[in-house]
């Protein structure tokens, strides 16, 4: 589902579900366009590709940490510490901040899709600035959804940002060449975000970005020739990726321990 306000993009979702739940799932992709805290949609677009299940890769969730900071430059220093212990070189961690914080298209406004920013050098690689590089046909299985929510509930974090990132996130650092992944969201209302590796999991923090602030988007950091780049991204915007298996959802913890 992709809901436009104005020509202006505010949401999007995904989902792979066997036919004889297209019908609910579409129901719910439209409520939820019409309710985005950015305002209805004037034109929502609602897509349906039939999917073979051979063609289906199989994947686990990351384990969750749920980190706790004070404010966001807590949560930015954070998350700069995590991508820089996971591999990402200082420099690429300060071009995707500042990508970020400024806007990361061209018009300083949100992308549509991600980032891929080079993981030593901090050069931006997706070939169009506005859209990005969109990950696409991935979902949990009904069964792990099921879990999922469980597990969540628990620890106070079943909203549908943690549930869809952390989907989007599994698909994300299955690829072999992306070294982790940044992201806070473009809801002026929902400051957390995270990183994710395939060695940290997925490092939820409380607070990266400020109140009311539209600007948000996704940073992949990649180590790739640029002649696996166009393999890189057919993957992310082409496999069908189904969650069968979650991990674990850890308690918060304190980050500084002044919170
Ligand atoms: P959200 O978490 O939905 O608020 O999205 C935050 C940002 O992540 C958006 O502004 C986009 O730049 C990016 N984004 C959203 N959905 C996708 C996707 N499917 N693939 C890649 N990037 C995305």
């Known amino acids: 589902m992709r809901a436009e306000r104005a020509g202006k993009h505010i949401s999007g979702a995904e989902r792979l579900v066997t036919s004889d739940l297209l019908e609910s799932v579409a129901i719910e992709l439209v409520q939820r366009a019409l309710q985005h805290p950015r305002g209805s949609a004037s034109k929502i677009h609602i897509q349906v590709d039939c999917i073979k299940t051979s063609e289906l890769a199989s ?11 004070v404010d966001w430059q807590h949560g930015r220093e954070l998350a700069r510490e995590i991508l820089i212990a996971g591999g990402v070189s200082s420099v690429a961690v300060d071009a995707a901040l500042q990508a970020l914080a400024s806007g990361p298209a061209p018009d ?11 993981a030593d050098s901090g050069a931006r690689l997706e070939k169009d600035q506005t859209r990005g590089v969109r990950v696409s046909r991935m979902d949990l299985a009904p069964a792990a959804r099921q879990q999922l929510l469980l ?10 940002h943690v549930i869809e990132a952390l989907t989007l996130a599994a698909k994300v650092i299955a690829a072999p060449t992306i070294i ?3 992201c806070w969201s473009d809801d002026p209302d929902y400051l957390a975000g995270y990183v994710a590796s395939k060695h940290g999991g997925y490092q939820r923090i409380s607070l990266l970005k400020p109140a009311d ?3 948000g988007g996704r940073a992949f950091f990649v180590r790739s020739s640029k002649e696996r780049l166009g393999a890189l991204v057919r993957w992310l915007e082409g496999q069908p990726f189904l969650i069968e298996r979650i991990g674990r959802i850890y308690a918060p913890r304190y980050w500084k321990g002044d919170v």
């Open 151 to 160: 597990a969540l509930e628990k620890q106070g974090l079943n909203n549908p």
């Open 108 to 118: 300083g406004q949100s992308m549509r899709g991600a980032m891929l920013i080079d």
């Open 180 to 182: 982790a992944e940044l």
């Open 213 to 215: 602030e539209e600007r």
């Open 59 to 69: 994947g686990r969730l990351p384990d969750l940490y749920n980190n706790q900071v």
